[in-house]
């Protein structure tokens, strides 16, 4: 990836959390959370771009993909998703 790639994906990032925060003054609580992992997703793709790789951050990023659309369908689900990516990331520190 090139520098001018990587600054227009940094800024797209930095944009979707700045829009982000702005909404969650009008959307509901558990929103918060939902673009908190999604914003972390972002960023592994934005890793991944440049050449930085890493097998544990790769798995956790799957287990954002496959969990953080729980958040409209079920709170109790997305509450344990959140739950489970916690634990990977301690057992991953």
């Known amino acids: 990836m090139d520098k001018a790639s990587l600054e227009e994906n940094t800024f797209e990032l930095i944009s979707y959390m700045i829009v982000s925060a702005r909404n ?3 959307e509901p609580s558990r929103y918060g959370p939902f673009r908190l992992v999604d914003a972390a997703s972002r ?3 934005i890793l991944n771009r440049i050449g930085l790789r890493s097998e544990r951050i790769e798995k956790i990023k799957s287990q954002i993909e496959v969990g953080k659309h729980s958040v409209m369908t079920s709170e109790e689900e997305f ?6 990516l916690v ?3 301690i057992e991953e520190i």
């Not at 509450?79 to 489970?84: A, I, Q, V």
Request: aromatic share 6%; net charge negative; charged share 20%.
């Open 24 to 26: 969650l003054l009008d």
């Open 43 to 45: 960023l592994v793709e």
């Open 79 to 84: 509450h344990g998703f959140l739950d489970s």
């Open 87 to 89: 634990s990977s990331v």
